[in-house]
C-alpha cells in the first residue's frame, strides 16, 4: 500500500514531462487516484470533456480506466486548456471487436504545461483503435502526448493507430511527444506518426493573396488543423462545441 502511495518524479518514464513542482505538492492519495468504468458488450460510451483554466488553474491531474466489452464502443473527447500543470490519462482495455475513439487537443500560451496521456490495450481478437491528438500552443507552454498501444498474444487482427501533430505560434513554446507499440500478435496493423512545427506560412500567404485578413487566415488555419482531432466524434452537437471551446482560448489569450 505504501508503495502505492508514492509521488511520481520526472525521473519516472510516464511523467518525464510533467512540472516537477506541481508533482512535489501534491497529495499521493489523490494524484493516483482513478475513475473506472465498464462499457458491456455491444454498447457504446461517450465521454467529451474540457479542462480549463479558472478552479483548475493551480493544476489538475485526471486518470480514466475504461473497460469495452465485446463489440462495444468507448468514444472519448477531450480539450485541455487548463494550467499551470493539466494531465489527463485514460487507460483502456478492449475486449473482442471493441473500438476505441479518441480526439484530443491541447491549447494554450503561458507557462501552461498540458498532458494527454493513453494507455490501450487490445487484449483480444478484431479490436480497433483511433487515437488523434492536436497541440497549439504559443508563450512558454507546453504541450504533451504520450502514447502506448499493447497488443496481447491473442490479440489477432488487431487495427490500430494513433496520431500526434503540433503547431507553435511562438518561438518559447514547445511540445513533445512519446508514441510506444507494444506488440505479441502477427496479424495486426498497427501505426503511429508524429509531427511539430509552425504554422504553415505558404497557407497563410495563399489564403492572404485571396483577401483574408492575416489573422484571420491565421484563425481559419488553426480551426482546421483542431477540428481534425474531432472529425470522427459521431456527436455532431458534441464535436462542435469542443471545437468552440478550444477556439475560444485561442480568440482570448493568444498572441
Not at 475486449?95 to 494507455?119: K, M, S, Y
Amino acid at each position: 500500500m505504501s508503495e502505492a502511495l508514492v509521488l511520481p518524479t520526472r525521473r519516472d518514464e510516464d511523467w518525464r514531462y510533467a512540472d516537477a513542482a506541481f508533482l512535489a505538492a501534491s497529495d499521493p492519495a489523490t494524484l493516483m487516484q482513478w475513475s473506472e468504468w465498464t462499457i458491456a458488450p455491444g454498447e457504446t460510451r461517450r465521454d467529451y470533456r474540457v479542462l480549463a483554466s479558472g478552479a483548475l488553474a493551480g493544476g489538475t491531474v485526471e486518470r480514466l480506466r475504461v473497460h469495452v466489452g465485446a463489440g462495444g464502443r468507448f468514444e472519448l473527447g477531450l480539450v485541455n486548456a487548463a494550467g499551470r500543470y493539466a494531465r489527463f490519462e485514460a487507460e483502456v482495455t478492449l475486449a473482442e471487436g471493441a473500438h476505441f475513439e479518441f480526439g484530443g487537443v491541447t491549447i494554450g500560451g503561458g507557462d501552461n504545461v498540458q498532458e494527454v496521456v493513453t494507455r490501450v490495450l487490445h487484449a483480444e481478437p478484431g479490436a480497433t483503435s483511433n487515437q488523434i491528438v492536436r497541440a497549439v500552443q504559443w508563450g512558454r507552454a507546453t504541450g504533451n502526448f504520450l502514447g502506448r498501444i499493447e497488443v496481447a498474444r491473442d490479440a489477432q487482427q488487431t487495427d490500430a493507430g494513433q496520431n500526434f501533430k503540433a503547431i507553435l505560434l511562438e518561438a518559447g513554446a514547445s511540445a513533445n511527444t512519446k508514441p510506444e507499440l507494444e506488440i505479441f500478435a502477427d496479424d495486426v496493423k498497427c501505426a503511429h506518426g508524429a509531427a511539430i512545427g509552425a504554422l504553415d506560412e505558404t497557407a497563410g500567404f495563399y489564403l492572404a493573396s485571396r483577401g483574408l485578413p492575416p489573422a484571420e487566415a491565421r484563425k481559419l488555419l488553426i480551426r482546421a488543423f483542431i477540428a481534425d482531432a474531432f472529425a470522427a466524434i459521431t456527436d455532431e452537437e458534441a464535436r462542435l462545441r469542443l471545437l468552440d471551446e478550444a477556439l475560444a482560448v485561442l480568440d482570448g489569450e493568444a498572441p
